[in-house]
């Protein structure tokens, strides 16, 4: 990623510190605000139509548009929505520093609004914060969390029970939107596309590898190295086979070895 570190030596003090717990914050404050007045959530979706109209507001505050479950237990998923942003921004802040992770997001943001406008839908941040999850999980795959606070698992697990489920669910889809969801996740492709791709082809090389040596270990595991002169048997025929040079300078099986040599 030698383009994102000459831009951050150049332009990394433009950098939002803390970008994503204030993204998590504003999706709190929002949560609030449709509680009081639920119809106010449709001024902040992301609607092409809306935004050709002038609305162009709404190409930012869709990400504050909380992803919440059921009406009865609204504010718990909120509440634990609000957590799982505030969690990733703490982690990818760690990782990746503030510049990176504000590329990140806002290389997401385009993305998402690429394909909104593509495919003529109204997207939520749904993709978005998929890519951080998946981002997230390349950097601490082997963390423990508890799924829904119960399921104790490790985050690698849950990126690829994730990723499954992602791509069995466009294995249907059509053309178009099989290319937004790829432009939504572009921010993932650009940072960890290349990475990806030389894991892959190391994981083939050391396959390849390890072939080699075992078909080389199999040759050397089937030259005997001790072979009767009568019998012709070798340590490989019979493991437990007992052999001695005599003083011809033959090998013998203890049944075949000459008398005098066998002699004390």
């Known amino acids: 990623m030698t383009w994102i570190d000459r831009a951050e030596s150049r332009f990394g003090h433009l950098a939002i510190p803390n970008l994503l717990r204030i993204v998590a914050g504003f999706n709190a404050l929002v949560f609030i605000l449709y509680k009081v007045n639920p119809g106010w959530l449709d001024t902040l979706r992301l609607v092409p139509q809306a935004v050709l109209a002038g609305e162009v507001w709404r190409l930012v505050t869709y990400v504050f548009i909380p992803q919440v479950g059921g009406p009865i237990a609204d504010w718990f998923f909120a509440l634990l929505y609000v957590w799982y942003l505030w969690w990733l921004g703490e982690g ?3 990782a990746m520093g503030s510049f990176k992770v504000n590329v990140f997001y806002f290389l997401g943001m ?3 609004t690429i394909a909104a406008f593509f495919f003529r ?4 941040a749904f993709m ?5 999850f998946f981002a997230f999980a390349r950097f601490y795959p082997e963390m423990q969390i508890y799924f829904m606070l119960v399921l104790p698992v490790k985050v690698k697990w849950l990126a690829w029970i994730y990723g499954a489920l992602l791509f069995i669910g466009l294995l249907g889809a059509s053309a178009s939107y099989l290319f937004a969801v790829i432009a939504a996740l572009a921010n993932y492709i650009v940072f960890f596309g290349r990475d990806i791709l030389a894991e892959a082809a190391q994981r083939r090389e050391v396959g390849s590898r390890r072939q080699r040596f075992e078909s080389q270990r199999s040759e050397v595991t089937d030259e005997a190295l001790h072979r009767c002169e009568v019998c012709n048997r070798t340590e490989i025929d019979e493991p437990h086979l007992e052999f001695r ?3 011809d300078g033959h090998e013998y099986c203890v049944e075949h070895l000459p008398k005098a040599a066998s002699a004390p």
Do not use: H
């Open 92 to 94: 990818l802040e760690e």
């Open 110 to 112: 385009i993305g998402t």
């Open 121 to 124: 839908a109204d997207f939520s």
């Open 128 to 132: 978005l914060n998929s890519s951080l």
């Open 245 to 247: 040079v005599s003083k």
